[in-house]
T-cell receptor
Framework: AQSVTQLDSQVPVFEEAPVELRCNYS??????LFWYVQYPNQGLQLLLK??????LVKGINGFEAEFNKSQTSFHLRKPSVHISDTAEYFC???????????????FGQGTILTVHP | DAMVIQNPRYQVTQFGKPVTLSCSQT?????MYWYQQKSSQAPKLLFH???????NEADTPDNFQSRRPNTSFCFLDIRSPGLGDAAMYLC?????????????FGPGTRLTVL
């Protein structure tokens, strides 16, 4: 079984400040990790994903995330946030198990990022 | 632009009255997924189609059914909606049913049950 824990339900920051959204996962098999963003009244949009290779992954809108296998973490970072980054962010994991687990995304509870002027 | 479209965006139904939500895609993807997202909760996979093969999650209630008449369309049928079924329903697609394939999401349908 796989699970995802997002450690902060809400993160308020000021514009141009750095931000880190934390994500920890558990899985008994090899994992693939994703960050999605959900703007109000919209669907989920992929920010970035880790499949293999370099543990530092760069995504859209200046976001990056680092895969840390020993700490089972995949934290999302941005060095300087904008008002337009205000949204809910979901960390998700899919695993290399067979059967119905293929393609199944397990999401964390989400982190609401609010950027204040 | 290739995309995933969901209709309607907002749906109101009465307790026990069947309702159908629609999803269409122009990505020509082989896999279509339905997720349920209740307020302040994570999206939860209900089922998915790989081509015409239907795959139900073990804990999806029998009240939820799905149809995929062709590659482009997929429907979510709720036979007798209860108050607990009020949620955002998200449709997603991917090219292959692999854990490495990105899933592309539609804007969702928000279902209200009165």
């Amino acid at each position: 079984a796989q699970s995802v824990t997002q450690l902060d339900s809400q993160v308020p920051v000021f514009e141009e400040a750095p931000v880190e959204l934390r994500c920890n996962y558990s899985s008994s098999v090899s994992v693939y990790l994703f960050w999605y963003v959900q703007y109000p009244n919209q669907g989920l949009q992929l920010l970035l994903k880790y499949l293999s290779g370099s543990t530092l992954v760069k995504g859209i809108n200046g976001f990056e995330a680092e895969f840390n296998k020993s700490q089972t973490s995949f934290h999302l970072r941005k060095p300087s946030v904008h008002i337009s980054d205000t949204a809910e962010y979901f960390c998700a994991v899919s695993s290399g198990a067979g059967g119905t687990s293929y393609g199944k995304l397990t999401f964390g509870q989400g982190t609401i990022l609010t950027v204040h002027p | 632009d290739a995309m995933v479209i969901q209709n309607p965006r907002y749906q109101v139904t009465q307790f026990g009255k069947p309702v159908t939500l629609s999803c269409s895609q122009t990505l020509n993807h082989n896999v279509m997924y339905w997720y349920q997202q209740k307020s302040s909760q994570a999206p939860k996979l209900l089922f998915h189609y790989y081509d015409k093969d239907f795959n139900n999650e073990a804990d999806t209630p029998d009240n939820f059914q799905s149809r995929r008449p062709n590659t482009s369309f997929c429907f979510l049928d709720i036979r007798s909606p209860g108050l607990g079924d009020a949620a955002m329903y998200l449709c997603a697609t991917s090219f292959r049913p692999l854990p490495t394939d990105t899933q592309y999401f539609g804007p969702g349908t928000r279902l209200t049950v009165l």
